[in-house]
């Protein structure tokens, strides 16, 4: 289970380093990264992916509207990305557009991460309370 929150910063370009707690969860040299719902961008290892994504896939294509466009936002922004023996990934520059810049923050969310920048996770997390 994916837990916790971590700090980080963007090293190199678009590059950052997957927590250690996180990545042991992950067991895997590879995740998939797509556009979240609020502002944060969403992580899965490949099998979460393949397991969450399976109810979305199973509505009907032709006669459900919001299915259809759930599965454009989902799939067509999402990629796989390598993950480095030290955790270090790139971030594609598509999802970069959630304005991830200077701090950012990792939450874990149980089958999931999402990475944020810090002070819009801040703000967020705070109308949560």
Do not use: C
Not at 58 to 74: C, G, H, Q, V
Not at 80 to 99: A, H, T, W, Y
């Amino acid at each position: 289970m994916l837990l916790g929150t971590y700090e980080a910063r963007l090293i190199g370009k678009n590059r950052l380093v997957l927590p250690s707690r996180l990545r042991k969860e992950i067991r895997g040299d590879r995740i998939v990264l797509t556009v979240g719902f609020e502002e944060g961008i969403f992580g899965f290892s490949e099998d979460k992916w393949t397991e969450v994504t399976a109810t979305d896939l199973a509505r009907p294509l032709f006669s459900d509207e919001s299915a259809r466009n759930l599965r454009r936002k989902m799939f067509a922004n999402a990629a796989v990305v390598d993950v480095d023996s030290q955790g270090r990934f790139v971030i594609p520059e598509n999802l970069l557009e959630k304005e991830l810049t200077g701090n950012i923050v990792f939450i874990g969310a149980g089958d999931h991460f999402e990475i944020w920048n810090s002070k819009k996770w801040e703000e967020y997390s705070k109308r949560l309370k």
